[in-house]
């Protein structure tokens, strides 16, 4: 097929188009500032980004896994501990408590959102229960107010995996700024992406912070002094400076998806399909629009051939991973892994785009 003809999940060639020139400008004020690590463009960006979610500080890592895993150290997480979460996830969100030395406890998923089933926490909860990730996935928030009670109540950590979720609003709160903590990463790909690896964490407990800031560099509290052993986990000058750059354009951004995601939404209501909904309490920024269909692999190969990409965000629940294998009854949760498919979805989809996607999709339907 014609390269012109298909389109593409996500694409940067017309991003760099809109603001490629602002871009270039940028990394060229970084290379010529002769400072590339820990300098004024993160510490400008820590400060923006955490006045963008609404929280004191924030402290810029190398990626959204460096977050989560952070986070969960800096809070005393470790040997012997449970941590609850979804299996629904990145496969970052679980690596983060292993890699702690805790154990991952699932809980089921919402089958409309596709985020963790506040309801189900308490059954959970144990005496070596130590923190609660809830995982903003596709850019729609967890209900953060009855897992937040829940939490104060047995004396639990909140960490928000915010991973997919900039901009995202629970009852006019931006996700990151609830729990104790929120992960964000900066992959290429998500509604806020950098060019390269990059993550931040958020948070009002300046102590937390300043703890983190010695262990994001080798727990050192300054030169060749080094109060802990920590890592290696730095956002570079030139991500901060690009992140910077488009962070200024994130809530119209955002605004577009959610545009785009109602045309989606338009064209493919009378369907069969299964499509995202958006709870009263929240304002989804739609990482992803995702749908489910029984016939999801024949559907996903259907639109291959006729030009469009799409991905599956995720087809292989965690705790069904030859590195997770757990046994858990999680129904909601697998059955929703063998139906989800993710649409192209980003800023610079046009409604004609949409329109073609969408009447592809009503025709498998009707054949089907």
Known sequence: ?????????????????????????????????????????????????????????????????????????????????????????????????????????????????????VTKIKTKISNKTRAIIPVHLYGHPVDMAPLMEVAKKHGIYVIEDACQAH??????????????IGCFSFYPTKNLGGYGDGGMLTSNNEQ?????????????????????????????????????????????????RRKTAKLYTKFLNETSLTIPIEKEYAKHVYHHYVIKHKQRNKLQQYLFEKGIRTLIHYPIPVHTQNAYMMPNKLPVTEKSCSEILSLPMHQWLSENEVKTISGCITDFCNLN
């Open 1 to 117: 097929m014609d390269d012109s003809k298909i389109i593409p999940f996500v694409d940067f060639r017309r991003e760099y188009a809109a603001i490629g020139k602002e871009t270039l400008a940028t990394i060229q004020r970084v290379l010529e500032s002769g400072c590339f690590i820990l300098g004024p463009e993160t510490e400008k960006f820590e400060a923006e980004f955490s006045k963008y979610i609404g929280t004191k500080f924030g402290l810029g890592v190398n990626s959204g896994s460096d977050a989560l895993y952070l986070a969960l150290k800096a809070l005393g997480i470790s040997n012997g501990d449970e941590v609850i979460t979804v299996s629904l996830t990145m496969i970052s969100t679980v690596d983060a408590i292993t890699r702690n030395g805790a154990k991952p406890v699932f809980v089921d998923i919402d089958p409309e959102t596709y985020v963790m089933d």
């Open 167 to 180: 901009g995202a609003e629970y009852r006019n709160e931006k996700v990151g700024s609830i729990g104790d």
């Open 208 to 256: 937390l912070i300043s703890v983190l800031k010695k262990m994001r560099n080798y727990g050192k509290s300054e030169k060749y002094n080094h109060d802990f052993v920590g890592v290696n986990s730095r956002l570079d000058e030139i991500q901060a400076a690009i992140l910077r750059s488009k962070l200024l354009h994130l809530d119209e951004w955002n605004e577009k």
